[in-house]
């Protein structure tokens, strides 16, 4: 088991593009996160996964973001329309809230740069 | 959004010193958390607290869940150069998933 991946581990994008990021939970990690980190902040919640179900959504998550994790394995972040602001770290992290994962554990992030 | 107040924001130690970090909030939070993180990585679980008054280690860390439940703490003895990095204090509240983070300790140890 090699922890949560994700992918591109970094992107640059001009304003008005649309671009997806992808993460994969360590297996068996029913529960999967996404999180925002700015220069020299720590990580803001964006959303949170439990299988396939999205149940819970930060007011952050504009109507330009959308997440998915359609079979409750894999994930993306989809930001529609990039915006210079939206230039950050973003986080994804699983966990089981059972025995050993019980917390959660944090892939590498994709660094987005918009220009 | 929320943050928790995290201090101090930087320090600079000599290697062998001990280190003391805190992190406070205006709300009650039902796990305390701590985290570092190494530039260009994701943040990496240290020591997790889920009672008011708790003392919990993990090899030369150790840190506590403030009885108030208010805040937390984290010591770090003896430190190395392999210390250095951020550390985030993280708390989350009953009936949520989300963690809310600090901004951060940055540590540096000259050796």
């Known amino acids: 088991d090699t922890g949560v991946s994700q992918d591109p581990r970094h992107k640059i994008t001009k304003r008005g593009q649309n671009v997806t990021f992808r993460c994969d939970p360590i297996s068996e990690h029913n529960r999967l996160y996404w999180y925002r980190q700015t220069l020299g902040q720590g990580p803001e919640f964006l959303t949170y996964f439990q299988n396939e179900a999205q149940l819970e959504k930060s007011r952050l998550l504009s109507d330009r973001f959308s997440a998915e994790r359609p079979k409750g394995s894999f994930s993306t972040l989809e930001i529609q329309r990039t915006e210079q602001g939206d230039s950050a770290m973003y986080l994804c992290?699983?966990?089981?809230?059972?025995?050993?994962?019980?917390?959660?554990?944090f892939g590498p992030g994709t660094r987005l740069t918009v220009t | 959004g929320q943050q928790l107040n995290q201090s101090p924001q930087s320090m600079f130690i000599q290697e062998g010193e001990d280190v003391s970090m805190n992190c406070t909030s205006s709300s009650i939070f039902n796990t305390w958390l701590w985290y570092k993180q190494d530039p260009g990585e994701g943040p990496v679980l240290l020591i997790a607290l889920y009672k008011a008054g708790e003392l919990t280690s993990n090899g030369r860390l150790t840190a506590q869940f403030g009885i108030t439940r208010k805040d937390s703490f984290l010591n770090i003895s003896a430190s190395i150069p392999s210390d250095v990095g951020i550390y985030f204090c993280?708390?989350?509240?009953?009936?949520?998933?989300?963690?809310?983070f600090g901004k951060g300790t940055k540590l540096t140890v000259n050796p």
């Open positions: 993280a708390g989350r509240k009953g009936g949520s998933e989300k963690l809310v």
């Open positions: 992290a699983s966990s089981t809230r059972t025995g050993a994962a019980y917390e959660q554990y």
